[in-house]
């Protein structure tokens, strides 16, 4: 097959950052791969693409001037002649799932999303014959997809999109006297709940029992304002640190202790299981696929989310054993290299491709 992998941007995130991996199961089954992306926004997924040697193709355009992207990627395919369509997130799947049926491609589509917008959850479920097979990129999306789009089971697989690596940096054990470090990956928006996490801590701030702690939120984005503003009215300039976007995330989640994601909604949730992956122990809310990966007390604590009562409550429970938290952060580490090993990521993503392989548009 010549497959069309087309992506709504070169963003770095959850959706963009583990095509190599994906392309490369493509690639080891002996087909061939290019990436086209509808624009470019920060461009920061562009450079792991381009070290696993992939075709990266980048529209110059918008986010929203759809009938000039749709134009673009008619013309691409033309030149490019793919014998099928691989497409990831709704603006990517349906001005793919068009150029498919125009051209006669039969259509794959990625779905990362455990909460689609009205508009959007309308028009895929409108379209959604125009996919020959969907992809869900843990179980939770894939059930939410079975729900929200009404798929057939025998159009809909599941592809966890995150392998776990057993020779990932490891998290160094807390020592007595040393300040509990806490992260956190992801773009600073609002979904995120970073403002949650900064209301949790400044309950604690004041606990004279705890030990000393800090926060390390890695990431970038529009709501910076907003929460540098809220950690100076809380006074926790000392205990939160926004130093921006992180290119090594390995190496930055082995220099923590505690893990926290306190999200709105999630998907699969890529930081959360990197952060298992290195050997800590997390918090989040109780959303996504992070409902079935984190087990109250073993591997972490999961609180409803939007709410930072709960949170910080956690959050003490944590810190009031730090000693503890190398052994659980082992626990989660144990749980993914067994449920996300890179042997199950490579069989369902043949499974993917067979079956792609038999479909005609």
Request: net charge positive; with cysteine; hydrophobic share 40%.
């Amino acid at each position: 097959m010549r497959i069309a992998y087309i992506i709504n941007s070169t963003e770095g995130g959850g959706a963009a950052f583990p095509v190599p991996a994906i392309t490369r199961v493509f690639r080891d089954a002996g087909h061939e791969v290019a990436i086209f992306a509808l624009t470019r926004r920060d461009g920061r997924a562009i450079k792991p693409m381009q070290e696993a040697e992939l075709d990266v193709r980048v529209r110059e355009g918008g986010r929203k001037d759809h009938l000039a992207a749709l134009l673009w990627l008619k013309r691409q395919m033309a030149l490019w002649q793919p014998t099928h369509l691989w497409t990831s997130l709704t603006r990517a799947t349906l001005l793919g799932q068009i150029v498919g049926q125009m051209q006669g491609l039969p259509v794959a589509s990625w779905q990362h999303s455990a909460r689609l917008r009205p508009p959007n959850g309308t028009l895929l479920r409108l379209r959604r014959n125009a996919s020959c097979l969907w992809v869900g990129d843990s179980q939770y999306v894939t059930d939410v997809t079975r729900q929200q789009l009404d798929i057939p089971a025998d159009r809909l697989l599941c592809w966890p999109i995150f392998h776990a690596r057993a020779n990932a940096l490891q998290a160094r054990p807390w020592q007595q006297g040393e300040p509990v470090r806490l992260g956190s990956l992801g773009r600073l928006h609002p979904v995120k709940g970073f403002d949650t996490l900064c209301l949790a801590l400044a309950r604690l701030k004041q606990e004279q029992r705890l030990p000393p702690f800090h926060l390390t939120v890695a990431g970038e984005g529009e709501e910076r304002p907003a929460l540098e503003a809220l950690i100076r009215e809380n006074g926790l300039q000392e205990h939160i640190s926004l130093p921006g976007f992180c290119e090594n995330t390995g190496a930055f989640l082995a220099a923590q202790h505690l893990y926290l994601q306190p999200s709105h909604w999630e998907g699969f949730c890529m930081g959360a299981h990197e952060a298992m992956q290195a050997g800590l122990p997390v918090i989040t809310s109780a959303v996504g696929e992070l409902t079935h990966s984190i087990r109250n007390g073993e591997t972490g604590w999961t609180v409803p989310p939007k709410d930072p009562d709960a949170l910080a409550s956690a959050l003490a429970s944590a810190l009031a054993q730090p000693e503890q938290l190398a052994k659980m952060g082992q626990a989660g580490r144990a749980y993914v290299l067994n449920h996300f090993s890179e042997d199950a990521f490579t069989r369902a993503g043949n499974a993917a491709l067979h079956r792609l392989a038999t479909l005609t548009a």
